[in-house]
């Protein structure tokens, strides 16, 4: 096989979810230029159609839900009754208490005052969404004996996060990062290594791909801060990821199974 052929997707049928986040959007092209037909799952389906009309390839956007299992088994029907199998699934909706846009003030972001209702939330979508998805469309992968599954992890599923990323200029803690998203991370990188064991047999691969902090308009000080904490000196952009991304979708990673590739700019090695 060549090397162009190897990271090759075409005649592939790739869902990604969550596709019209700032990550999403750049999943859904990468898929799409290296030949996939995509299908976009978000709960705002216009952003979604938009994003679809600029893609090479064909593609599909749907209004879902995916903490809603009824909703996913629709789009499932849908899904093959437009292009009759699934070979690829990205896992990437989840919800995160992001450093630019602080969901609560300092004192309820503080772990003993976290809100019960909002860590709830959090699991609900960042983990049973990501179960559900792997159940129903995987199980779809599983009958047809192949198919890569690329969970959407995060660093701050292997590390803690830094409190001192959140103190401003002039010393004062603006808010704490939660215990949420790193739990729920934590969890999805276990979920993708329980999956990957329990399909290992059944032609599916089931990955894991943890980016780091992605520059998207926070504070100069913020990226400044983050920046000199990370080995390359800068925070990441959404098409750093692109080359990890069709390397676990594509045969050209068919002997990785169960792994979390973790893409950061070196921010763990600290």
């Not at 092209?29 to 037909?37: I, R």
């Not at 995987?138 to 830094?162: C, D, E, L, V």
């Not at 998207?216 to 983050?226: G, R």
Request: hydrophobic share 40%; net charge negative.
């Amino acid at each position: 096989m060549s090397a162009y052929k190897i990271f090759s997707l075409e005649s592939k049928v790739a869902i990604v979810t969550g596709a019209s986040g700032l990550l999403g959007r750049n999943y859904s092209k990468v898929l799409s230029d290296a030949g996939a037909k995509v299908v976009l799952l978000d709960l705002n389906k216009d952003d979604c159609q938009d994003i679809a009309f600029e893609l090479p390839n064909e593609s599909l956007a749907i209004e879902c839900d995916i903490t809603s299992k009824s909703n996913l088994i629709a789009a499932k029907d849908e899904i093959i009754n437009r292009f009759g199998k699934i070979d690829i699934l990205v896992n990437n909706a989840a919800i995160n208490d992001m450093v630019e846009n602080p969901i609560n003030a300092l004192e309820d972001s503080k772990f003993e005052n976290y809100p019960l209702e909002l860590f709830r939330k959090v699991m609900d979508v960042n983990v049973t969404g990501t179960f559900l998805c792997c159940q129903i469309f995987g199980s779809i992968m599983a009958k047809n004996g192949s198919g890569s599954i690329i969970n959407i992890a995060s660093t701050y599923g292997i590390t803690a996060p830094n409190q001192n990323l959140y103190i401003d200029s002039e010393g004062r803690q603006k808010f704490y990062k939660s215990c949420a998203y790193p739990s729920s991370k934590g969890a999805v990188i276990m979920l993708t290594k329980f999956l990957a064991s329990y399909w290992g047999t059944s032609g599916i691969r089931v990955n894991c791909l943890s980016p780091g902090g992605v520059e998207n308009n926070q504070s100069e000080d913020f990226i400044k801060k983050y920046s000199s904490m990370t080995p390359a000196g800068r925070m990441s952009k959404p098409d750093d990821y692109s080359g990890a991304l069709i390397y676990l979708a594509s045969d050209s990673s068919k002997y990785v199974n169960g792994h979390n590739l973790v893409a950061d700019g070196g921010w763990t090695t600290w």
